[in-house]
């Protein structure tokens, strides 16, 4: 019986063994990376065993091998370019030797930064999770080549490099993994949040497809900036000056091919397209969900066709080439910032390292593919061959590119090993943006509101919402006032006290159910008062967005229950302040009944003592009120906080 279980083992050994191999003729379609697996090469099973001439050299997930021709027929097809400015992004790159230097940096510096993360974190001064991007490196070259300092970023935990090539100080991200003061995020961070202020590089995001909906907030802010006509001064406060005429700031957002299959991705789809949002989702397809085949637990791995639905056009290009990555890259990035629409940019690539350092790889095929990548598809090589080959490069001049940029990293490990860790007390400072014994009633209003008033709301909508204003106040006095009215009340005064107000809320325009947002649509427009798709994790989200670049998103639940469907965006707003080592508020209100008002019959669902869900959240305060006059006072308070509130009203 022994000797039968062994041989079962062997069998099943011997056949994972070859279950990842695909023949040398097998065809992989091109422009479909859900059929990266021939369909007559299927994983070994006890009822189909792989046989002797399956195998051969690749792996079970083909490179695509792309030439430059691939890319530009589809930018002609899908994105509507032209012939000759096709060839003109080729050239930009290919004839500019200035712009291949750059890019080949962006490359070098990306596999040395994350070659000396991976030794810092051997020998203990690198703590905690993390997540190392070898083998990816086309992505910060087209970063580093295409986005500008103004563009909004939003990644995810694998971000050391795609922060670098947004310019922040490769000293200052490798201080932050040393969790040390001179850390980005003065080491509250630590290597899966990376935030920079001054390049609005905004995360370094730990849950997984969680910075989509913040990208989508981020993009609106833009278009709200444009609106209102204000914009950031150089303390990053709004002020009242226009963006200028040229204005073509984006909003990218990173994603895995593995964390795009979230339901999270449709939603930022249809926002995006409905508000024509300045968006670029960037999707780094390295095969790999975690270290999972994606292809074992996704039917679509072609993420850049899935906005045909919503009139999203999607691009696919070749990790292995970072040239032609930065050349189709850079074409899409430009189609965003003419104002045409968001886009899709689906890099096919390969992961060099694990997971994280301590990832054993045991996921099927995980280990072979990463050593056949590793000597196949490294794009730090394909750059050096294709560039010597043809004579714009000598190898001594790229060893020297080399050099200059490890000696950057190297200086940048040093900076880091010598800093001081942050001191005791910066706990406490992180814990909420304003003072215990703040004083709501003093923060001054911005000095454009009127002018802004002025400009976006017409005389005839300041009539209506005056007389709006005026009828509650009566009502008030009269002692009639219910909670949801002094709380639209409150919320009326305070956007037009600051015009950098806003609302999200499911039947917005109708008032929802408790005339909490009644009238706003009305008078302050679709721009600054939303109506949202139903699912609160969505607007949420959107909401921190805005929160992140100047604005202060009120969100109104129809039931603070239906809260659920965005605890893990919640949590993150609590914990913005801190994470980002106090560089960003986070002033969004959440406000909602709840369903616990005596002889309310709201069913046990819609009952639910939702405070009790959220109160473990570090940054987020609380509060419930019993009357009008408690209702108001909070809601203008909170709306004023820099940090995060949720009102439960009854």
Known sequence: MNFAKYALAAALCAASSTAFITPKNARVSRYNAGQQVPSRVMAATLDTPTTE?????????????????????????????????????????DNNKDNLIKIYKALQMARGFENACNQQYMQGKIRGFM??????EAIPGLVDYAIKNGDKKYSYYREHTHAIASGVDPGAVMAELFMKETGTCKGAGGSMHIFDKSTYFQGGWALVSEQLPY???????????????????????????????????????????????????????NSAAKDNLPLLLLVIDNGRAINTYTGDVATNGSVFDQ???????????????????????????????SGKGPAILQVHTYRFNGHSPADP?????????????RAEQDPIKKFEDKYTANGVFTEDELKEFKKEVLAEVKAAVKFADESDM?????????????APDTDYNLKPAPAFADAVNARTISPEQMETVQAHIAGLREKAIAGDISIGD????????????????????????????????????????????????IDEGHFIGKALGEGMNGYRPIVELMNTNFGIFGMAEISSAGNTYATTGGQFDMPMTIVGAGGTAPN??????????????????????ICSAASPDAAYGITKSMIRDNGPCFLFAP
């Open 422 to 434: 942050p001191p005791v007390e910066l706990a406490k400072e992180l814990e909420y943006p304003d």
């Open 131 to 136: 997540h190392l991007d070898n083998g990816q």
């Open 361 to 373: 790889e045991h996921e099927r095929g995980r280990k072979d593919e990463k050593a056949w990548a």
């Open 215 to 269: 990208a989508a907030g981020a993009a609106k802010s833009i278009l709200m900036d444009r609106a209102l006509g204000i914009s950031d001064d150089e303390s990053f406060e709004k002020q009242d000056v226009a963006p200028p005429a040229d204005d073509d700031r984006i909003s990218i957002v990173f994603v895995g091919e593995g964390g795009a299959q979230n339901g999270r991705t449709a939603e930022l789809l």
């Open 53 to 93: 001439a399956d195998a051969g050299p690749s792996v079970m997930r083909p490179p695509i091998d792309f030439v430059w021709s691939d890319v530009a027929s589809q930018l002609v097809e899908k994105f509507g370019y032209s012939q000759a400015e096709v060839d003109m992004y080729d050239g930009e790159v």
């Open 486 to 533: 002094a709380i639209n009340l409150a919320i009326h005064e305070e956007m037009l006290r600051d015009p950098t107000t806003t609302i999200h809320a499911e039947d917005l325009q109708a008032g929802s159910s408790y005339d909490i947002p009644k009238l706003t649509q009305q008078t302050y427009g679709k721009t600054r008062a939303a109506d949202e798709i």
């Open 600 to 621: 309310q019959a709201l069913g046990a669902e819609h009952s639910q003592p939702f405070h009790a869900y959220v109160m473990g959240i570090p940054g987020l305060k």
């Open 307 to 337: 906005g045909k639905h919503y009139g999203v056009p999607g691009l696919q290009v070749d990790g292995y080439d970072a040239a032609d990555v930065a050349k189709g890259g850079k074409a899409v990035i430009d189609y965003v910032r």
